[in-house]
Nanobody, 124 residues
Framework: QLQLVESGGDLIQPGGSLRLSCVASGFTLASYAIGWFRQAPGKEREGVSCISSSGGSTNYADSMKGRFTISRDNAKNTVYLQMNSLKPEDTAVYSC?????????????????WGKGTLVTVSS
């Protein structure tokens, strides 16, 4: 069965850090660009960050630049999202998605597989 499973979501105080993981099973992530997305209550889903299949290219939404870092370990079939200096407005369900694309860049469209998400709550 082909699937992506996210983990690492938690209740965290403002200013804290979390690392989310996205593990693939049933397929090899090395040929896929990966995107992290989030959806807050009552809001549309938005792209957070993405990484190319090789890891050589990354992209961040403006509000995440300097706070979030995306990385991948293809040997572990895993992509990570390190989130620092978390704010209450970062509260959302975070999901990862994979797009079969081995080009240099990544994007937030054309995803082939989606995970179910992990909840991040930033609150004091």
């Amino acid at each position: 069965q082909l699937q992506l499973v996210e983990s690492g979501g938690d209740l965290i105080q403002p200013g804290g850090s979390l690392r989310l993981s996205c593990v693939a099973s049933g397929f090899t992530l090395a040929s896929y660009a990966i995107g992290w997305f989030r959806q807050a209550p009552g809001k549309e889903r938005e792209g957070v960050s993405c990484i190319s299949s090789s890891g050589g290219s990354t992209n961040y939404a403006d509000s995440m630049k300097g706070r979030f870092t995306i990385s991948r370990d293809n040997a572990k079939n895993t992509v990570y999202l390190q989130m620092n200096s978390l704010k209450p407005e970062d509260t959302a369900v975070y999901s990862c998605a994979a797009r079969y694309y081995s080009g240099y860049h990544c994007s937030y469209s054309g995803m082939n597989y989606w995970g179910k998400g992990t909840l991040v709550t930033v609150s004091s």
